[in-house]
């Protein structure tokens, strides 16, 4: 508790107004959070490393509990209420912390909500989610799972880093990041993986700028794994963005072969490109393409040994990062979205080489988004069978109870939400009607 004292005392009353501004921006959910944190953060240089800190943990602590702080401040409570419940509630302030920083007035209220109390609450409320998406939850959990899930999800997540195997090993990383002092541990699960105590700033460390390591969740670099893309083969990873998954494909090819890096995003792609740079690798082709069943995708057909579907979805897997994405996705937008990662499935299968390998991924906990959307492409597409993920990391060192398909979820694994199944066109079915 005295280290939040101590971090309270230096709060000045123009951080708090500030933090009240951007907090109002966010919950307008007009963008996404992350977005509106680096845009004030661009427009206002002079901020220090520790007051960005605090507006952007403050922000993001009351996005992941607000619906429990509209129960302690009131439905209508303002952004500026709404802030003071979570230092008096969420960061226990004492009272003398508020001396400065607000009114006479406003100190009788924040002391009258300090000692407020609560009823239990329906699961929703205690879970911290819309209602829609816990009835969504609980259709597959029982409710003190969905409960657990949620709790791991309103916690801020560690920072994870993926070692660029074609210029670095990992114990190398990890020595040299504990001599400069940085707390690293291997990752248990993934072999290319090192997980950091605390935020520490990076984009400026030479290991970094030098290509040793990215940074990528130890969850997303198992999906990597599933893919185990060979040195010379031709891979394309359909849903590229900014590359996260690309760069660890293209490491593990050891920089040989083609690596396609789709996306219809130019200004994700764009993304991609500093970080090739600093990847050294020369195997990856970015393309931009109109949607699925662009013509550059199709110049394909049948070629790939290997395809990653990373499908767009609603990301709720991620809330541990982006926790405004649970109050700006909505039934309608999931319902869209499933259309969608249907068609890119369909399109993508049709890259794949009889004898290779397709991999669907998401972020998402919900099953219309998963086992749902790959049980009506394997009903559709007889070519393709189910490979056991469970064996496919097995086979590269990664003991996993996960079964056929792999589910990864913060309270059971630490990493953010993930699902993915591996499958494989069948060589002999000579022209399935799949396609
Ligand atoms: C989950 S993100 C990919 C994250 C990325 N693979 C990584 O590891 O950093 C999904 C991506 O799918 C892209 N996308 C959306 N619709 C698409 C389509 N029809 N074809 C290909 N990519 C699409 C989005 O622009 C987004 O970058």
Request: glycine share 8%.
């Amino acid at each position: 508790m005295q280290k939040t004292v101590k971090a309270a005392e230096a709060i000045s009353r123009g951080l708090i107004i500030q933090t009240t501004q951007v907090l109002g921006t966010v919950l307008s959910f007009e963008h996404p959070a992350d977005a509106v944190l680096s845009r004030h953060f661009r427009e206002n240089r002079d901020l220090g490393h520790r007051d960005r800190g605090f507006i952007a943990e403050t922000v993001y602590g009351i996005v992941r509990r607000l619906r429990w702080l509209r129960r302690i401040a009131g439905a209508t409570a303002t952004p500026r209420q709404l802030l003071l419940a979570w230092l008096a509630r969420g960061e226990g302030w004492p009272m003398r912390q508020f001396e400065g920083l607000a009114s006479a007035t406003e100190r009788d209220w924040i002391e009258s909500i300090k000692s407020a109390t609560l009823d239990e609450g329906t699961v929703a409320e205690r879970a911290d989610l819309p209602d829609w998406l816990t009835e969504r939850l609980l259709a597959s959990h029982d409710e003190a799972a969905v409960l657990q899930l949620a709790y791991s999800l309103n916690r801020p997540a560690p920072l994870d880093l993926r070692v660029n195997v074609l210029k670095a090993d990992r114990d190398a990383v990890l020595a040299k990041l504990n001599e400069d002092g940085f707390a690293a541990e291997a990752c248990t699960m993934s072999p290319q993986g090192i997980r950091l105590a605390g935020k520490p700033a990076l984009q400026k460390y030479p290991l970094f700028l030098e290509g040793g390591f990215e940074v990528q969740d130890e969850g997303s670099q198992l999906l990597g794994l599933l893919v185990q893309p060979k040195r010379s083969e031709l891979v394309v990873d359909f849903c590229a963005g900014a590359g996260g998954k690309t760069l660890q494909l293209g490491a593990m090819m050891r920089s040989t072969g083609r690596l396609y890096a789709f996306d219809v995003s130019e200004k994700r792609l764009a993304k991609l490109k500093p970080r090739m740079a600093r990847s050294g690798l020369s195997n990856v082709h970015p393309v931009l393409i109109a949607h699925e069943n662009d013509a550059k995708v199709k110049r394909l057909a049948g070629k790939a040994d290997r395809v990653l579907v990373d499908a767009p979805c609603s990301g709720l897997g991620t809330l541990r990062r982006n926790p405004d994405l649970k109050w700006r996705q909505t039934p309608e937008s999931v319902d869209e979205m499933v259309v969608k990662q249907g068609s890119i499935l369909a399109a993508a299968a049709r890259l794949v080489r009889p004898g290779g390998r397709l991999v669907y991924a998401t972020c998402s906990l919900l099953a219309e988004e998963n086992d749902a959307v790959v049980d009506a492409f394997l009903a559709a597409n007889p070519a393709f069978k189910a490979v056991s993920a469970q064996e496919v990391l097995e086979r590269q060192g990664v003991t996993l109870a996960t079964g056929e398909r792999l589910r990864l979820s913060p309270h059971e694994h630490n990493t953010d939400g993930f699902f993915a199944a591996v499958l494989e066109r069948q060589s002999s079915v000579p022209g399935a009607a799949d396609d």
